[in-house]
């Protein structure tokens, strides 16, 4: 098994094998990343990584999983951005049955 150095940011250079480190890769954009725990204070830690990087994790066998992009990132949205008085406002409706049956009516065009 391949030994690995990597760099906890709070311990500094650690040394781990394959079977410790994981890649990400986004399959829509190919951005690439590797994860692992430290093994002395037991923190995650996750780097982005360039492509070549990448490639020479994989080679030595870490294990890959691929993600794609939130759909959400696709959709078209219209009007204004939701704020801190429109959560506020949505807290207290659903507190309140009666006026969140009004309002979902309404939404629906009941
Ligand atoms: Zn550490």
């Known amino acids: 098994m391949a030994t690995i150095r990597a760099s906890c ?3 500094g250079d650690v040394e781990l094998t394959t079977a410790h480190v994981r890649v990400r890769v986004c399959v829509d954009d190919d951005r690439g990343e590797y994860l692992f725990r430290c093994l002395i204070c037991r923190m995650a830690v996750v780097k982005g ?14 294990t890959v999983d691929t993600w794609s992009l939130p759909a959400e990132l696709h959709e078209q949205h219209s009007g204004n951005p939701i ?10 409706l659903l507190e309140d049955d009666y006026s969140l049956a009004l309002a979902m009516d309404s939404m629906l065009g009941r």
């Open 49 to 62: 990584a360039e492509a070549r990087t990448i490639d020479l994790l994989v080679a030595s066998g870490v």
């Open 83 to 92: 704020t801190h008085d429109d959560l506020l406002d949505f807290h207290a």
């Open 9 to 11: 940011p709070t311990c």
